[in-house]
């Protein structure tokens, strides 16, 4: 079934009620003084990512049983967009991914057994080792991102394209306030002021 949009108007208030609304009506009643706007703004972006990661997880599974998770799905997308030979550097994708370097050495072990990736040794450098696609990778993520990019269209159907660029322009100020823009050096969230205490 496609996803239909909801009745929005040119001020952005929806007739329609979702549970965050619920959830607010009963943060208002008890702490009437507190705004919870940014609090609505949180609680819809942490479900609607749930939702979402979930829906392609399930899309691109079923389509290609192999890329059985989110991780192993990012770590074929990076290396396929990197261009042949489809190869970086395990320190690379960790950055990239955001994870632990054994996190990733763990994925990789599974990812190889699967015949998705190899690793070997730099020819220049005998102590550093690259991550490589191999042909079944390069077929995976290929099958993969088709049924990523469809379950995407499907995903987004109830927005208008000016509204998708909208909502890129806002996640977009968002993500530089936390990471800082690229070449930055800044990668991990910055402190709230909570933290910083």
Known sequence: MGRTATNLNVSGKNDLR????DVLDRWVDEFP????QAMGVLLRVARVN????RSLSASVSAAVPAVDSGSTFAVLL?????GSPYEQSPSWLADM???????????????????L???QRDE???RRITVRLSAEGIDAIDRAFDAHYAAERQLTASLTPDELEQLAALLRKMTLDFEGPIGSGRREPRPTPAAAE
């Open 124 to 126: 220049t450098d005998r």
């Open 18 to 21: 979702d549970r965050v609304d």
């Open 50 to 53: 749930r939702d979402i990661t």
């Open 117 to 119: 990736i190899s690793r």
């Open 33 to 36: 003084e507190r705004d919870t």
């Open 78 to 82: 990076l290396l396929r967009i990197s």
């Open 97 to 115: 991914m955001q994870i632990y370097p054994n996190h990733l050495s763990n994925l990789l072990d599974r990812m190889a057994a699967h015949r």
